[in-house]
């Protein structure tokens, strides 16, 4: 036990089949508090599916999940409770459109811990001043930007006040001049000791904020480490020729 | 049909418009109109020559048409639609939760529910099976010939069950449609966030569903507005029976008439809403999209 305290989330032989597609083929990762875990790899190389996993939102074939020390992934677990503490954002930020964006942020605090509405707002709203976003808290999302949405939906996530935070390609469905507001955003919660697992594209942003980035291959880690040498000297001949291309690309 | 003469002359002047447009623009839109208008009266014009020009009109006239029947008829016949209209106001509301109880039975996911999905299914496809005008007699006889003690016999309230069976069946594919149309990720959304199966449905899924099937909602409720003239078969005395007993009375057939009247003047405010309806929708959606 006294391992486990330092410790948020602990993965352990995870596997994960859509159909007759392996998808995730025995993954182990262990996340320390505090600590910023990028996830890297082409598309298709399972890194969604793991942020899907840890919350739960797809069930798992085999290996088990430990979040703070509780195995999350036993029979008989609440699923709501779990995922109470773990907060993730979409790539497509998945705002509840008939909502305006406070509505947004404390329908689940309201609900789900029962925070009485005026408290809730306050806290939503503070939340929300922190990200300057305090002036669109009585706007409908479909009238704000992209990125401005996805700061939104980052806000929601944390209204719930989670423990780990699951960040699922946040930025990819963001026109180029949106990506900066958003990562600053991440920068944040990160100098501030949010404990997150971020899956990402962008190398530069993973470079900066990562304490440690892993490189996923056909549902595997192949490679991890800190950022720098990882990102720059892999030793891997799979992480070179991915991040080549990701350099051809003009992501690095 | 004769409304499609009108809408076709008004589809012409695109044509024209690629032809002409440099010169005269606007008029263009003004030659439509006054296409469209030409060619309705003409058609209206001729078809009501063709009728009352025929050799039974005055027949016809005297038996539908009688202005004296109609000053007679007209008190009997909409005191009686009243009795229609207590009839939808009240089927409507139950109908409008039944159909939401039944839709939200068959989206429930999980092995352990199969068995209410299923029995949520055989109800809907039972009484989307089933012709109004049985479920309606069956019921209305049936029951109250069972002498259960405590079940009602009266049969204004057996036809108010029977047409809220029959409607919530199709009312709850209805929801169902929209409960389906709403993307899988506002779900996750909701459940990521730690709200159970229930509260994601009520509060994320379904406000967003029933706002888009309000339209086809409010059609199903004109189908049951007229079908509630059905439990004139259990002698319940609503508009069209009314009609039935003046008819029978008089030997004249105005009562009909001003029952059919009675029906169009109340739907056509309903099916112009509806359109209202969809093209807001249609406004909003475009405007997301941008």
């Not at chain 2, 063709?50 to 016809?60: E, F, H, K, N, T």
């Not at chain 2, 989206?107 to 005008?133: H, K």
């Amino acid at each position: 036990m006294t391992m486990a305290l330092g410790r948020a989330l602990r993965i352990e032989g995870l596997h994960k089949s859509f159909g007759r597609l392996e998808v995730l083929r025995g993954i182990d990762l262990d996340v320390a508090e505090h600590e910023v875990v990028c996830l890297i790899g082409a598309s298709g190389s399972g890194k969604s599916t793991l942020l899907r996993c840890i919350n739960l939102l797809e069930p798992i074939d085999a290996g088990r999940i430990e979040v703070a020390g509780r195995d999350i992934t036993a029979r008989g677990v609440a699923v709501d409770r779990v995922r109470r503490g773990i907060g993730i954002v979409f790539q497509s930020f998945n705002l509840f459109p008939h909502l305006r964006v406070l509505d947004n942020i404390t329908l689940a605090p309201r609900k789900v811990l029962g925070t009485p509405r005026a408290e809730a707002e306050d806290a939503g709203r503070s939340l929300l001043r922190r990200f300057g976003l305090e002036e669109k808290s009585l706007d409908y999302p479909d009238r704000l930007s992209g990125g401005q949405q996805q700061r939104v939906a980052i806000v929601r996530a944390l209204a719930m006040q989670p423990d780990l935070l699951l960040l699922d390609e946040i930025t990819s469905a963001l026109d180029p001049e949106l990506v900066a507001e958003v990562l600053d955003v991440v920068r944040e919660l990160a100098s501030g000791g949010m404990t997150m697992i971020i899956a990402t594209h962008e190398m530069g942003f993973a470079r900066d904020v990562a304490d440690r980035v892993c490189f996923l291959d056909g549902g595997r880690i192949l490679e991890q480490g800190p950022p720098a040498p990882l990102l720059t000297e892999p030793s891997e001949a799979r992480t070179r020729q991915f991040l080549q291309r990701v350099i051809a690309a003009g992501r690095l | 049909m004769i409304g499609s003469g009108p809408a076709d002359s008004g589809s012409i002047p695109p044509v024209a418009i690629g032809r002409r447009s440099r010169i005269l623009p606007a008029p263009e839109d003004r030659r439509g109109i006054v296409i469209a208008i030409v060619s309705t009266v003409v058609v209206f014009s001729v078809l009501g020559y063709a009728i009352v020009s025929s050799a039974g009109w005055p027949r016809v006239q005297q038996s539908f048409f009688d202005p004296e029947t109609f000053d007679e008829s007209l008190p009997r016949v909409t005191a009686a639609f009243w009795v229609n209209v207590q009839l939808f106001l009240l089927a409507e509301v139950l109908v409008l939760v039944l159909g939401l109880v039944l839709a939200v039975l068959r989206s429930l996911p999980g092995a352990a529910l199969a068995p209410i999905r299923l029995l949520a299914t055989a109800y809907v496809d039972l009484f989307r099976a089933l012709p109004g005008i049985l479920v309606v007699s069956m019921l209305g006889f049936g029951i109250p010939a069972l002498d259960i003690e405590g079940v009602p016999n009266d049969e204004f309230f057996w036809a108010l069950v029977a047409l809220t069976l029959l409607y919530s069946a199709y009312v709850s594919e209805v929801y169902r449609a929209g409960i389906d149309s709403i993307h899988p990720s506002q779900a996750a959304a909701a459940r990521s966030l730690g709200l159970s199966q229930l509260q994601a449905m009520r509060f994320v899924v379904l406000p967003q569903a029933v706002r888009r099937v309000v339209p086809p909602l409010l059609n199903d409720f004109i189908g049951l507005q007229k079908d509630t003239a059905l439990v004139s078969v259990l002698g319940v005395v609503e508009v069209f029976r009314a009609a039935q007993i003046r008819q029978a009375a008089t030997f004249n057939n105005t009562p009909y008439v001003i029952t059919a009247v009675i029906f169009i003047l109340l739907t056509i405010p309903m099916a112009r809403l509806v359109d209202w309806l969809v093209r807001r929708e249609q406004r909003r959606a475009s405007a997301v999209a941008r």
